[in-house]
């Protein structure tokens, strides 16, 4: 079999090659990420176990996928009705709540539809509707994006018929959303971790917040043996055990950006 | 244009201070784009030499299929090579998914056609000078072959540039095979890739010149090693 004796070559000019037994590697949502918390988080962690964790940062649509295809120990995402159906297909061991912040809506300062203030999000998406302001959706399957569409859905207005008009699904990341919407003078709905360390804002502001349909649950899934025989039990179970820990949520609360703190640790006792 | 200022300044910063993580980063961007680049050389030179010397039926639609793989997506190499690779894929046993290893057989498998198809040009174009001479010696194709491949030698060093010059930029395929993961398979592309998305352009910018060093500094050291090799030759 030739690619296989290719891949061999490849193996034996490329070490180290597959990763070391002791890694872990979390496929997870792109806002944990980018915010920095991994960076913070990780050598707590590898301090206190001596377990290496690798991170594929997709969106959370992306990362439950390659989980489901066993390419990942842990699963940490934010989107609970997909987490739960990826634990009842077996592919999960148990789903458990990690933490939490919530969504806003971020504008320009111009603010075409006038929602600045508003703690309503669904006059406020009736508003950028009915001004026909620009909105820039992920369109991407994240978590982000689903939490989205359910908003839309909560509203009496359907921005599919006007997807590519004033409604502009991007496709793509919540980076890259940010920035294609702060080129061209979108709305654009992100969680508040990501928000408060990107650095592209220009004069972008929070213009909505404070709905309690905003809440931004994370929970943190450790993949099933029995489905996927390669995953490392113990190091994700260790994993999932110390963020679930005191130690954890501490560690996960004494994170901040420009003194805020950006994840609210909610493991259930 | 402020940003591309700040950039210039960004970058230079990085190069001087040596950043470890840089260094990391240069490094594997290296390693995994050369490494391919030599890969789809022994696949890609071959197979260019054999269809330039080769008259046989369906050579002309050969032609165009090398031709139209140089157009290979590096998204869609990277999405075929991830379900191989993918522990649910036929591959999955090699656990090699999300490592340097499965990075250099995306990239090869993106640049092996363009060596092919160039290579098949050069040799193609050399071997009509050189066809007669070579009947009149009796030469077996492997003897044509070895010849022309080694006559074409500098033209052919070009060939292997272009191949790593689209290996070492592709952000594509490796992203998804490799998975950006920091300090494991993180390259320059990826990286830059990263922090646009976290919204930090300057370093964005700076990392992509740092990026366009390397090539030229890559190509400036090929340029150099063929320029003594040319003195040699004729001293």
Redesign the interface.
């Known amino acids: 079999m030739k690619p296989l004796r290719l891949a061999a070559l490849l193996c034996a000019v490329s070490l180290p090659c597959a990763a070391l037994a002791d890694d872990i590697l979390v496929q997870s949502t792109t806002s944990t990420a980018n915010s920095g918390l991994y960076d913070h988080l990780l050598p707590i962690f590898a301090e206190a176990t001596g377990i290496q964790v690798n991170v594929v940062a997709v969106g959370t649509g992306q990362a439950i996928r390659n989980a489901r295809n066993c390419d990942g120990d842990v699963l940490l995402v934010h989107a609970k009705p997909a987490e739960e159906k990826f634990v009842a297909d077996g592919f999960g061991a148990s789903r458990t709540d990690l933490m939490y912040n919530d969504f806003i809506i971020v504008g320009p300062a111009a603010d075409p539809a006038a929602v600045a203030g508003l703690d309503d999000i669904q006059p406020a998406l009736e508003k950028i509707a009915a001004a026909q302001a620009l909105f820039a959706s992920r369109g991407d399957d994240s978590g982000t994006h689903k939490k989205e569409v359910s908003l839309w859905a909560s509203t009496s207005v359907d921005p599919a018929t006007a997807s590519g008009d004033w409604y502009r699904e991007t496709g793509s990341g919540m980076g890259a959303t940010l920035n294609a919407g702060i080129g061209m003078g979108a709305y654009v709905m992100t969680d508040r971790a990501t928000w408060i360390s990107f650095k592209n804002k220009q004069d972008y502001k929070i213009l909505v917040e404070g709905d309690a349909d905003l809440f931004n649950q994370y929970g943190v899934i450790p993949v099933s043996a029995k489905k996927c025989p390669s995953v490392n039990v113990e190091g994700a179970q260790a994993f999932a055990d110390w963020l679930l820990s005191d130690a954890g949520q501490a560690a996960i609360a004494d994170y901040e950006v420009d003194g805020q703190q950006l994840f609210f640790p909610n493991a259930p006792d | 244009m402020q940003d591309m200022g700040e950039a210039l300044a960004v970058a230079m910063t990085l190069v001087l201070s040596g950043d470890g993580d840089l260094v990391e980063i240069v490094g594997l961007s290296l ?2 784009s050369l ?1 391919a680049t030599v ?1 789809a050389c022994a696949i890609g030179l071959p197979i260019g030499a054999l269809v330039a010397t080769n008259r046989f039926p369906g050579r002309g639609a050969v032609l165009v299929v090398m031709n139209a793989l140089m157009g290979l997506p590096p998204v869609v190499v990277g999405l075929i090579v991830y379900l ?1 690779l ?4 036929p ?2 046993f ?8 499965a990075m ?2 995306a990239q ?1 498998i993106l640049i092996a056609p363009i060596v092919a198809a160039l290579s098949r040009q050069v040799i193609e174009d050399m071997h009509a000078e050189y066809a007669d001479h070579f009947s009149s010696l009796c030469l077996t194709t492997r003897q044509t072959v070895q010849a022309l491949l080694w006559d074409a030698r500098y033209a052919l060093l070009t060939v292997a540039l272009a191949g790593f010059g689209r290996a070492v930029a592709e952000v594509g395929a490796v992203m998804i095979v490799g ?4 300090h ?1 398979t993180r390259v320059m592309t990826t990286a830059i890739a ?1 922090e ?6 300057p370093l964005a910018l700076g990392l992509g010149i740092v990026l366009m060093i390397l090539a030229l500094g890559v190509n400036a050291l090929v340029h150099s090693l063929r320029l003594t090799a040319v003195r040699q030759a004729y001293a």
Do not use: F
């Open positions: 390693r995994v490494t890969a191989h993918s522990r649910a894929g591959l999955g090699l656990g090699l998914l999300y490592t340097p290893a250099i057989i090869t998975g950006n993961i920091d494991l990263l646009t998305s976290k919204g930090d352009l």
